[in-house]
């Protein structure tokens, strides 16, 4: 082999080697399942607005009942709250979960955003970066368009999620306008209510740590 040939593997060798870590790097050839969040995504979000301000029947006759002011949370009223909670799409999976969160990010929907993480770290993040901005309402619309890039994003895609008893662990890819994506990796605290015979899923991840894996892509 002369030298010139040497000097050409040489370079495709560098060249496979260095396509390799790119694709392992980028995951370029993995794709996830779409949780559509511009419809499922976006029904559910519409149907959660819907019921925060219009209780069913069944909770305005409790809060009647009970002598409450109206839209008053109801805590530990059996079996009428959960005929309420028939009135509610489940959220009980991390996927649905995790589709719910990212809508309302879309749909700039922040009262319906927060709940969706624990509480302990929400208010850890909240008062983490900015300090000097002691306004939630500010802080949270600063967190959620940071997440979305300006109102870029699109969907989400999962990739693979695995659970234990206590916990869950998905990871996504947030999908954006411009055919940019950021894969992260969310931990999710999962619990089960024993009034309402369901599964809660809360993520755990702080606010700060997804927006540190977003703004990577633009730099």
């Known amino acids: 082999m002369s030298l010139r040939d040497k000097i050409v593997m040489c370079f495709i060798v560098l060249g496979m080697v260095a396509s390799f870590i790119f694709v392992k790097k980028t995951d370029f050839f993995v794709k996830g399942e779409s949780l559509h969040l511009q419809q499922s995504g976006k029904e559910l979000v519409e149907l959660m607005e819907r019921i925060e301000k219009e209780p069913s029947p069944t909770v305005k ?3 009647i009942r009970e002598g409450r002011e109206p839209g008053t949370r109801l805590e530990g009223l059996g079996a009428a709250n ?3 909670m028939t009135d509610i799409p489940k959220i009980d999976s991390p996927a649905k979960t995790i589709q719910y969160t990212f809508a309302t990010v879309i749909f700039k929907k922040k009262e319906l955003f927060r709940p969706n993480f ?6 850890k993040d909240l008062y983490k970066k900015e300090k000097s901005n002691t306004d939630e309402e500010q802080v949270l619309n600063s967190i959620m368009n940071k997440i979305s890039r300006n ?4 969907d989400v895609e999962l990739i693979n999620v695995k659970e234990t008893d206590i916990d869950a662990t998905a990871k996504v890819f947030l999908i954006y306008k411009d055919k940019k994506r950021v894969k992260l990796n969310l931990e999710l ?7 309402f015979k369901a599964y809660q899923y809360r993520i755990t991840n702080s ?4 927006i540190s894996e977003v703004e990577k892509i633009d730099k």
């Open 61 to 63: 006759w409790l809060e």
């Open 118 to 123: 624990l509480p302990d770290q929400l208010f």
């Open 189 to 195: 605290y999962k619990t089960y209510d024993e009034e």
């Open 82 to 84: 959960r005929e309420y």
């Open 151 to 154: 109102n870029k994003l699109k």
């Open 207 to 210: 606010l700060w740590d997804i």
